[in-house]
């Protein structure tokens, strides 16, 4: 069996009159993050560890802020392309593990939802996706509550 292993990571800044979307979920906060796109950082780090896994490159190569067509984009679409392109080239999830890092909202009530809809785009068992959240401690850009940052781990198998 063949196995391959990439790493993401995504950092998004906090603003008003956007929406908090995490992990395809979104969760009421008066903050949201700011992005081209839906800006959802576990989204974002989750697709780099399966394209890095693979030596794809990152997001930013299939879907370019400066595209009109990404804007406001719902990233759960995004990972949907990123895992047809995975399944293409002979490779499936074997694993996902990601944590984010917010020090608010408190995310662990919305973490089963993230799973169940990660699970879903990408037709595997939410037992495969691991999520956890935690806080920075008040320390750097994500303590100071000026942005929200998520890292991942895929684990690839060839199909």
């Known amino acids: 069996m063949n196995l391959r292993i990439g790493n993401g990571y995504d950092i998004h800044r906090l603003g008003r009159d956007r929406r908090l979307i995490l992990g395809g979920v979104e969760i009421p906060h008066e903050l949201g993050l700011v992005g081209h796109s839906d800006a959802d950082v576990i989204v974002h780090a989750i697709m780099d560890a399966?394209?890095?896994a693979l030596s794809l490159g990152d997001i930013g190569l299939y879907f370019p802020p400066s595209d009109p067509q990404w804007k406001n984009a719902d990233s759960l679409v995004l990972l949907a392309k990123v895992?047809?392109?995975i399944l293409e080239k002979g490779w499936a999830i074997g694993n996902l593990d990601s944590t984010v890092v917010a020090e608010r909202p408190k995310l662990k009530?919305?973490?089963s939802a993230m799973r169940e809809k990660l699970a879903s785009v990408l037709e595997i068992e939410g037992d495969r996706i691991?999520?956890?959240a935690t806080t920075n401690e008040k320390l750097g850009p994500v303590g100071r509550e000026e942005g929200i940052a998520a890292y991942a781990v895929a684990l690839l198998v060839s199909s």
Do not use: C, R
């Open 50 to 52: 399966m394209l890095g």
């Open 109 to 111: 009530p919305h973490i």
């Open 130 to 132: 691991g999520i956890k």
């Open 83 to 85: 895992n047809a392109l």
